[in-house]
């Protein structure tokens, strides 16, 4: 069970680290914890905080829009520049350490946007909970001197969804998101009409009311994930012949629903064996 006094002494701990801070760039998503992270570093430091959010086909154009928006919101200052992992073969390849390079490259071009605006301090929004899964871009950031604030005041996905709600964040049951490249196996090469096809998938589902999801790229097969709670839902007709319809219009052969439900991370299973 949560607990909320040491949820709040977590939250003063994060404080208190971004106090020492002159000013800040913060890498954001829109998601649950960058949103988090960068609310309180904007109540901390005021206009000395930058939020920078990477535009890249890795990454739905609907998430970077709220992004935007949340930002414009609050009057925190927000810049949106591009992001070039799709030219890494590194990255093309899919290799298991395809988030190591993707990262790397990424905090690179923080750094840049960082120096160029004279902040001499990136933060990424990593929580505790992340450092129980198979995470290289943390090696990545770390190795280039991005900070980890929420990891530092271990603070963890659900004390971050509380701590939100508190604070009217309306991210703060925002469903979890990653970069589209985590719906191909390793080893199967990406591309950018890969990676559409992707995003229009999962775009489909979340029109019919779905929230917490992926498409998994197999191929010719789209392997749908969706709350263990949904999978009745989801297999019902008339929306499992709608699904199965527009699924293949976006250029699957087939399309099948994982009984086991939406996992996170589940791809990373093969590296287990």
Known sequence: MLD?????????TLIRQ???????????????????LLA?????????????????????????EEAVEFTRKRGIPHIVFPSDECSLPQFLSNSPDRCYHCKKSLSEELRAVAHKKGFPHIAHAANLDDLGDYRPGLRAASEMGIIAPLVDARLTKE??????????????????????????????PITEEKLRMVE???????????????????????????EPSEIERMTQDPL???????????????????????????????LKK
Request: net charge positive; glycine share 8%.
């Open 18 to 36: 971004l106090e020492g801070l002159d000013s800040l760039v913060v890498a954001f998503s829109g998601g649950v914890d960058s949103s988090f």
């Open 240 to 270: 499992r012949r709608k699904i199965a319809e527009k699924l293949r219009g976006i250029g699957f052969l087939h399309v099948a629903v994982d009984l086991e439900g939406y996992v996170s991370g589940s791809l990373n299973r093969a």
């Open 200 to 226: 229009e998938a999962e775009a489909i589902l979340s029109k019919e009311g779905f929230r917490q999801f992926r498409v998994r790229y197999h191929g010719s097969v789209a392997r749908i994930e969706v």
């Open 40 to 64: 309180v570093a904007h109540q901390v430091l005021g206009e000395k905080v930058l939020a920078a959010t990477a535009s890249s086909k890795t990454y739905p154009l609907k998430e970077q």
């Open 159 to 188: 004390e971050i969804r509380f701590l939100s709600k508190e604070m009217g964040l309306p991210t703060w049951d925002k469903p979890a998101m990653a970069c589209l490249a985590s719906r191909f196996p390793y080893g199967e």
């Open 4 to 12: 909320h006094a040491e949820a709040k002494e977590k939250k003063k």
